[in-house]
Nanobody, 126 residues
């Protein structure tokens, strides 16, 4: 089992920034990819960013390119999502996800991820 714990969500005004963190623990693989997904009521869960084990390869959803940055610290088993220039459409429940596969080229496909955190709420106000 792998446990994922997100933190850093909250309420922020449009144009502001937030930094999300996700710490992995338990029986983590020697290498694994991580991702951040966003869930909005009535919509499918959307991958906003994903990162390979080395951190060299990343994926960003079109709506967040140039504003969000995913990074990781493997010594701390932690992945981060720096979110800048936030807008109201960025509001949602943010989940981090883990897969021991796709460790070189990260995937944005939800079913490829085996473990999920409990989610952290991000609310952007006008």
């Amino acid at each position: 089992q792998v446990q994922l714990v997100e933190s850093g969500g909250g309420l922020v005004q449009a144009g502001g920034s937030l930094r999300l963190s996700c710490a992995a623990s338990g029986r983590t693989a020697s290498t694994y990819a991580m991702a951040w997904f966003r869930q909005v009521p009535g919509k499918e869960r959307e991958c906003v960013a994903a990162i390979s084990w080395s951190g060299e390869n990343t994926y960003y959803g079109e709506s967040v390119k140039g504003r969000f940055t995913i990074s990781r610290d493997n010594a701390k088993n932690t992945v981060y999502l720096q979110m800048n220039s936030l807008n109201v459409e960025d509001s949602g429940l943010y989940y981090c996800a883990y897969t021991p596969r796709r460790t070189v080229i990260p995937t944005w496909v939800a079913y490829e991820y085996d473990y999920w955190g409990q989610g952290t709420q991000v609310t952007v106000s006008l």
